[in-house]
């Protein structure tokens, strides 16, 4: 069966790998270069208990599978540090808020966080760790992936004919939003600063009423930090209020901040269903995974796999409809 993918972020990546794993032919359809759209924006978080804060259990038990997906299909690239989060002690209450809606966390005192992240020594005298999370350079992946894809035979193309192909599978994320679609635009913005005055070993989030923060350690001193969460589908640069709180708050978490380089911010305009639930859609030759929200890189595997399980199921129902 060929099958034609339209779109090469973390969806159609995704799905493009786990159907030529299992036999299909597939051709990817997308005029910029792979992982290149919201993804490329991405915090590349595996955090889905800290997820639950506000995600269903749906988006929990795909993200708990997503840890060991991405670490088997890209091995040495996911690393299992957990995350940590913490909060200003006049923000004491949404820590508690926080692990009230949670699981699979144990609560730190201030000598704790100091032996897991020595940079934040007696800045918090309280923390949540999340030992069994982790997280990936999504850039990395995504290059990984289309890299891996490309050797399994997957073609990449600019252009297509959709009727050479029995099955065309939408995941262009922010371009299938339209009328009728069920989807609207939420909007992200990040930024990355450089500094050596201060190394992490794994995702911190800053607990804040208004605007919460989460920094990502990178390789040579760099830190993504973001994001906002802004109902609009306005794609221009990164906003001056936007860019003063995420430098704001990144300077809470510690001064060293203030002192850093910015050296990228971006944007990027995640699709989003009413319920905030990513999802495979669609009937017959005609099939989408969309609305992957913020849950990109926790829900995209899950959602390849069961794009995968049912095109293999369907010749098994004609057999037995026979």
């Given at each position: 069966m060929n099958i034609l993918i339209k779109g090469a972020g973390v969806a159609g990546l995704t799905a493009a790998f786990a159907l030529t794993r299992r036999g299909y032919s597939v051709t990817l359809l997308d005029p910029n270069a792979p992982g290149m759209g919201a993804s490329h924006y991405?915090?590349?978080?595996?955090?889905?208990?800290?997820e639950g804060e506000t995600a269903p259990q749906v988006v929990i038990e795909a993200g708990i599978e997503a840890i060991g997906w991405w670490d088997e299909v890209l091995p040495?690239?996911?690393e299992r540090k957990g995350t940590l989060v913490v909060a200003p002690a006049r923000d004491q209450s949404e820590l508690e808020r926080f692990a009230r809606r949670t699981t699979r966390h144990q609560w730190l005192d201030e000598a704790a966080i100091a032996e897991l992240e020595p940079a934040l020594a007696g800045r918090f005298r309280r923390g949540l760790f999340f030992a069994d999370e982790a997280h990936l350079d999504p850039r990395a992946a995504l290059a990984g992936l289309a890299d891996a894809m490309l050797r399994m035979g997957v073609r990449l193309v600019a252009q297509a004919d959709e009727g050479d192909f029995a099955r065309i599978i939408d995941c262009t994320g922010r371009s299938a939003i339209k009328r009728g679609s069920g989807l609207r635009g939420v909007r992200g913005?990040?930024?990355?600063?450089?500094?050596?005055?201060i190394a992490l070993s794994r995702p911190v989030r800053l607990l804040h009423p208004r605007i919460p923060l989460y920094v990502v350690p990178r390789d040579n001193g760099r830190f993504m930090v973001g994001a906002t969460m802004i109902e609009s589908e306005h794609d221009g640069p990164v906003s001056?209020?936007?860019?003063?709180?995420?430098?704001?708050?990144?300077?809470?978490?510690?001064?060293?901040?203030?002192?850093?380089?910015?050296?990228?911010?971006?944007?990027g305009i995640r699709p989003a269903y009413a319920d905030n639930i990513p999802r495979l859609a669609g009937s017959g030759r005609h099939l989408s995974i969309n609305g992957l929200y913020r849950h990109g890189f926790l829900?995209?595997?899950?959602?390849?796999?069961?794009?995968?399980?049912?095109?293999?199921a369907e010749p098994q129902r004609r057999s037995a409809i026979a």
């Open positions: 991405a915090g590349g978080m595996l955090a889905p208990w800290c040495g690239l996911v913005e990040m930024l990355y600063l450089k500094t050596y005055e001056a209020r936007s860019l003063m709180e995420l430098l704001n708050a990144a300077y809470a978490l510690h001064p060293a901040f203030g002192e850093a380089e910015v050296i990228e911010t971006g944007t829900m995209a595997p899950a959602l390849a796999e069961e794009l995968a399980d049912r095109l293999q």
